[in-house]
């Protein structure tokens, strides 16, 4: 069944998700308070807070959602923490002491706390399904949106209509469509899983399930672009009756071995260190300019210019949180240009550091570097428009030459390339390196997570850890 994993334990969760949707989208109740919280009238009155008062400023997404919720009513700030709550149920990109701060932050404003110990507080409820990606995240206030407008739409009908819409897939898939949403929202795949755990697929997009019917013949990829909602359940849900018949005892999940294989293309090899997982890259992969004059070289490119940015943005973080920083020298005019004065003064003429030539050499040429005294603590590749490849080679050469070296590797790329970044670093020449794969000690940031680290407030009192909640790893 969908709604069993093997590796660990999500009944919890999803016991949480059936509460939530009878207490609350059916009926109008409370799931931490004896309130009647889930009612038209507070759902309303929290679309005004948020969807009728946006908040385009640099700050991020809960510091500007506290701030447009503190003109709500107490019952509304307390409604809003919980449709936090359940928007972040799904997501296991996001750690579990992030949400729960988050959401007793909000709750918080009304006046009363909740307590960290609540069992619907704890790492079991809040662990999450599956990976959402950093889309999710970045998109988080359009996927709140649709929450809102969700609960708008089911306060509108009769708890009995609530009902139907709610427990009948074909009501559900009727219904669900007709509800607005900005773009191709995730949170309507959520929902339909936790509604019908038996029936969806733990995804939260459709890209996996194009992928794992092309992979197991079922349909290709070009033809099941076209396919509705209904027709991807259906076609998985037959799929899975069928490969449950040759795996009678098994818990089979499409993210786990033995499925996980066939449609995701790693390949196991053994090495001195053990097991690794290798991508093998197919010629589809190689979608970089064939003519280099193609890609942007000159300052007043606009693409040059966003890599430039992006720089002078991590640069700028770095400096903020206390950090020397270390630019290659052909960079750092430009990048100077795009930060403020007051942090030029941590940026190094000279690299305080005693390796041979050749690794300075090296180490020079990294996109960004945030030094504390005479280390490296955090080296960062951009990679616009010239291909990942090459800034992951120059991460394996470091590591390579200087092979106990302890630092934290990132490679920083539009969203866009978050996959092509992962195929390139899983290549067997980044997995077989002497101290073990590249993907285990380099990770994926997108520029949308470095435009929101730089947007945070109190920066300056914040740690380096913060990357952590950002940054993606390669799957093993």
């Known amino acids: 069944m969908a709604r069993q994993i093997f590796n660990r334990d999500i009944s919890p969760i999803l016991a949480s998700a059936e509460q939530w949707i009878s207490k609350c989208l059916i009926n109008d109740d409370s799931m931490f308070c004896p309130e009647h919280l889930w009612t038209a009238a507070l759902a ?255 300052t007043k490119s606009p693409d040059a210019r966003k890599s430039i940015q992006v720089q002078a943005k991590l640069a700028q973080i770095g400096a903020i949180m206390g950090f020397k920083i270390w630019l290659p020298r052909s960079d750092k005019g430009r990048v100077s240009e795009l930060v403020p004065e007051n942090l030029r003064t941590a940026f190094l003429e000279d690299l305080p550091l005693n390796y041979n030539e050749t690794t300075l050499d090296t180490i020079e040429q990294i996109d960004v570097l945030w030094l504390k005294r005479q280390s490296i603590a955090r080296a960062f590749e951009v990679e616009h428009t010239t291909s990942v490849y090459s800034g992951l080679l120059r991460m394996a050469d470091l590591l390579a030459l200087q092979p106990n070296m302890n630092i934290h590797l990132h490679i920083v790329a539009p969203l866009e390339r978050r996959d092509k970044v992962f195929r390139e670093m899983k290549r067997p020449v980044f997995s077989l390196l002497e101290r073990g794969p590249l993907r285990d000690t380099c990770t994926f940031i997108s520029y949308d997570s470095v435009d929101a680290i730089v947007s945070l407030e109190h920066l300056a009192h914040t740690t380096e850890s913060v990357i952590d909640e950002y940054e993606e790893k390669a799957e093993t």
């Open 44 to 298: 309303d009155e929290v679309h005004h807070a948020f969807v009728g008062h946006p908040d385009f400023g640099p700050d991020g997404f809960v510091t500007k959602l506290n701030g447009q919720m503190k003109v709500a009513s107490q019952p509304a700030q307390r409604l809003m923490a919980e449709i936090l709550w359940a928007l972040l149920l799904f997501p296991s990109n996001l750690k579990a002491r992030t949400k729960r701060q988050q959401v007793r932050d909000m709750w918080a404003l009304s006046g009363q706390q909740l307590a960290e110990s609540d069992p619907l507080l704890s790492d079991a409820v809040l662990v999450g399904i599956g990976s959402a990606g950093p889309a999710f995240s970045i998109l988080k206030p359009d996927e709140l949106e649709f929450l809102i407008e969700v609960t708008r739409d089911l306060k509108r009908r009769s708890p009995d209509d609530r009902r139907r819409v709610l427990t009948n897939y074909d009501d559900f898939i009727g219904w669900i469509n007709s509800v607005p949403q900005k773009g191709r929202r995730q949170f309507p795949h959520m929902l339909r899983f936790f509604a019908f755990p038996d029936r969806v697929e733990r995804m939260s997009s459709n890209n996996d399930r194009h992928k794992v019917l092309d992979a197991f013949g079922v349909s290709i990829s070009r033809e099941t672009h076209n396919w509705t909602d209904r027709q991807l359940d259906d076609a998985l849900l037959e799929l899975r009756k069928k490969l449950q018949a040759t795996h009678p005892s098994a818990v089979l999940d499409f993210y786990e071995p033995p499925l996980r294989g066939r449609w995701l293309p790693d390949r196991t090899i053994k090495t001195a260190v053990g097991e690794v997982t290798v991508t093998v890259p197919s010629d589809e992969d190689d979608d970089e300019p064939d003519d280099i004059s193609s890609v942007a070289v000159e």
